[in-house]
Every structure is written in C-alpha cells, then in structure tokens.
C-alpha cells in the first residue's frame, strides 16, 4: 500500500535534548511538508522540499531542522533552540498541482 | 497576501441533515486549487475533495461538494446526509505560489447531534 509512515506515533523527550522524527512516503511525490499544530489551531508549515537536497524554511521554522537527502524521506529534527516543542507534528507529499497526502502524525512532549 | 479564512469555530447539525462549512480566500495567483480536509479526533488529515481555479463545474465526492464561486472567492463544503462519523475539524486549504506551497485555514469543528 502506498503512503506516507511517521514514526513514532507518540515521543518523550527532556528539555534541552534535539529529537528528529521520521517521515517516510512510497508515493514517488516529489514534494515534502511538515507542518506543526497545537490544540485546537490549524496547521503551521515548518519546511517544505520541492526536490531532493533543497528545502525551503516555511513560516516557523525557527527551532527545527531538516534533510532532504532521499526522495521517500524528510526528517524533521526538533532542536533545543525551540522554545515551545510540544505540539503535533504532521508530515505531507505532494505532486505537482496535487493535493497534500498526509501521515498519522507524531505526537512530540518535551518536559 | 495569500489567506484562508473560516469564519465558523464550530458547527452544529442535526443527523440526516445537510451542513456548508464556509471558506473564502485570498490570493494573487492566476491559478490555484482548494481543498478540503477532514480531521477526527485520531489526528489524521484526511483529504475530502479538490476544486481548480479553472474548472467550470464545482467539485462533488459522494456526500461532499465544494460550492465554487470564484468572483466572491469563497469555497464553501457542502456535506449532505451528515452522519455521525462526520463530527470532526475540517480545514480548507489553498494550493499557492504556482503550485509550490499550501496555506490552510484554522478549521471548523463540526459535531453532529443524533
């Protein structure tokens, strides 16, 4: 079956420590996305990748990290420097001119 | 600037009946998409239905259609016969910047009472 693994579906992590989470799609899209929400809002987008090894910051991207050195996977690397982490985290693919397929999500808490 | 707007935070519909979940947009691309997306309390975004800038007819999918009209930028989800597995956020979104990118809007969470 096709489509997109985010893995974990839940994360720990202490304050202070970088955590990356996986994004993983079999869907031959060549764009990627990752997004972040909060309870009760709608969806920031983080990063976005047309290409592999290019990516472009999205509207918060202060605080996170990615790689785009294959064209199935996007990690997202949560880094201390965010100050606010705890959030869920989708991940996404596209063809040009589609529309978005998503993952499950990652559910990150930092305490 | 592109922007979605959903001016309804939450809904209500009674079982059986017909529901439109209101969306209007901003953008200064000549040609752009927008969707509609699902998202139940599990998390998951789920895709509903797609309209193009350019397509004459709007859009429907089973229960769902999107009342497309473009002069008044609005792109309004019209969902018939609302079940109660259709209590959930949607969101609507736009496909922008020549296809490269997607601006959502904050949702509408929609309950529906049996």
């Known amino acids: 079956d096709g489509g997109i693994t985010q893995s974990p579906k839940y994360l720990f992590r202490k304050e202070g420590q970088n955590v990356t989470l996986s994004c993983e799609q079999n869907?031959?899209?060549?764009?990627m996305y990752w997004y972040r929400q909060d309870p009760g809002q709608g969806l920031r987008l983080i990063y976005y990748s047309q290409i592999v090894n290019d990516f472009q910051k999205g509207d918060i991207a202060e605080g996170y990290s990615v790689s785009r050195e294959k064209k199935e996977s996007f990690p997202l690397t949560v880094t201390s420097a965010q100050k606010n982490p705890t959030a869920f985290y989708l991940c996404?693919?596209?063809?040009?001119?589609?529309?978005?397929?998503f993952g499950p999500g990652t559910r990150l808490t930092v305490t | 600037a592109q922007k979605i707007t959903q001016t309804q935070p939450g809904m209500f519909v009674q079982e059986k009946e017909a529901v439109t979940l209101d969306c209007t947009y901003d953008t200064s691309d000549p040609s752009y998409g927008l969707f509609w997306y699902k998202q139940p309390s599990s998390g998951e975004m789920i895709f509903l239905i797609y309209?193009?800038?350019?397509?004459?007819q709007n859009a429907t999918e089973g229960r769902y259609s999107l009342n497309f009209q473009k002069a008044r930028k609005s792109a309004n989800l019209v969902i018939s016969a609302s079940q109660l597995g259709d209590s959930a956020m949607y969101f609507c979104a736009m496909r922008v910047d020549y296809g490269q990118n997607f601006v959502f809007g904050p949702g509408t969470r929609l309950s529906v009472l049996p």
């Open positions: 996404a693919s596209s063809i040009v001119d589609g529309w978005q397929y």
């Open positions: 309209q193009g800038s350019y397509d004459q």
């Open positions: 869907l031959n899209h060549d764009a």
